[in-house]
């Protein structure tokens, strides 16, 4: 198995900024008695955002949706043992466990980098990163670069909406091996149905983004904006780690599931591919980002999906990172 490079992780703890959007404009404290006077009268479409500084970049946490997966999605532990779990926390549904998309826009006043396009209403009730990129004040043709972190649907449905490349400016970049597995027919052929939408979905971006770069291994995307090999839950699932002025944040992806995760590395999610390696990536992951203190950020967990693991007398846990806006 790759071993993960050590610079997947920050060493200092990061002051973070941020706020909530609301219909695209910033809620202040003058303003915010008569914003709860109109919601209690009507309810309001809500864009959640979040922001962070770290160094030159801003970070803005987006969100395309979510979706409840049910009980039973987690192999390795029974679906009453997982629902009980969810109940614990707070996060259990009469569906199942409320599964968050979240994405993230990198810039540095001169690019704009998004990591991952969403689900695009191909799961649950996702489709909103186009609004959400509005009340930034952006369309999609402004995104100079997209990660995305593997060829699952809900990562890169976004990308060809209605048949269409729907970020023409953008460079793509995901890794090779993902590249490979999903284009191939064999194992397309071979596939449960819940994955037969991501092979066509990859089909489809592969033949709409001819700026598509195949990336190998860790590699540095632009200065400070670097790939990390977090192979098992697809063949190329990589992570994103985002650095500078001795900060620094790495984006997991579906390292990290909500509820069961960092806890126990041996509960897995349904679409997972290569559950060993899956495994022996969060083995070594999770202690180590627990003993540097990484600031994280995961695609499923609770908005804006930042937070730590933490080490609990032995146990492995998610702590929530304080994202208020701060001076």
């Known amino acids: 198995m790759p071993q993960l490079s050590?610079?997947?992780?920050?060493?200092?703890?990061?002051?973070?900024?941020?706020?909530?959007?609301?219909?695209?404009?910033?809620?202040?404290?003058?303003?915010?008695h008569g914003a709860t006077q109109e919601a209690a009268s009507a309810p309001a479409a809500v864009t959640p955002l979040a922001q962070i500084r770290l160094g030159r970049f801003t970070v803005t946490?987006?969100?395309?949706?979510?979706?409840?997966?049910?009980?039973?999605?987690?192999?390795?532990r029974s679906a009453p043992e997982v629902e009980a779990a969810a109940s614990a926390q707070f996060t259990a549904r009469p569906s199942g466990v409320?599964?968050?998309?979240?994405?993230?826009?990198?810039?540095?006043?001169?690019?704009?980098?998004?990591i991952d396009a969403g689900a695009a209403g191909s799961i649950g009730q996702t489709g909103q990163l186009p609004q959400a990129l509005a009340a930034l004040g952006l369309k999609p043709a402004q995104i100079d670069a997209v990660i995305v972190t593997h060829m699952h649907q809900d990562h890169m449905g976004?990308?060809?909406?209605?048949?269409?490349?729907?970020?023409?400016?953008?460079?793509?970049?995901i890794d090779r091996r993902d590249v490979t597995h999903w284009t191939d027919p064999a194992k397309r052929n071979g596939a449960p149905d819940f994955l037969q939408t991501s092979f066509r979905m990859a089909e489809e971006v592969v033949r709409l983004y001819p700026r598509l770069q195949a990336i190998d291994g860790e590699r540095?995307?632009?200065?400070?904006?670097s790939t990390?090999?977090?192979?098992?839950?697809?063949?190329?699932?990589?992570g994103v780690r985002i650095e500078d002025g001795g900060k620094s944040l790495i984006m997991v992806s579906d390292m990290i599931f909500p509820v069961v995760h960092p806890a126990a590395t041996d509960v897995f999610f349904l679409f997972e591919q290569d559950r060993t390696a899956a495994k022996a990536m969060r083995d070594r992951f999770f202690p180590r980002?627990?003993?540097e203190g990484a600031l994280i950020a995961a695609t499923h967990m609770p908005f804006p999906g930042l937070g730590?693991?933490?080490s609990d007398r032995g146990q492995m846990r998610w702590e929530v990172a304080d994202w208020a806006l701060q001076d």
Do not use: C, W
């Open 220 to 225: 540095e995307i632009a200065p400070g904006v």
């Open 228 to 238: 990390v090999d977090l192979t098992g839950h697809t063949p190329g699932h990589i």
């Open 308 to 310: 730590r693991v933490v």
């Open 98 to 114: 409320r599964f968050l998309f979240n994405q993230y826009l990198v810039e540095d006043g001169e690019r704009r980098i998004l």
């Open 158 to 173: 976004g990308l060809v909406l209605g048949g269409k490349n729907q970020y023409p400016e953008a460079e793509l970049y």
């Open 61 to 76: 946490a987006l969100t395309d949706g979510y979706a409840d997966m049910p009980y039973d999605y987690f192999p390795g």
């Open 6 to 32: 050590r610079r997947a992780f920050g060493t200092l703890p990061i002051g973070l900024i941020g706020g909530s959007l609301f219909g695209g404009g910033l809620i202040s404290s003058s303003s915010a």
């Open 289 to 291: 980002a627990a003993s």
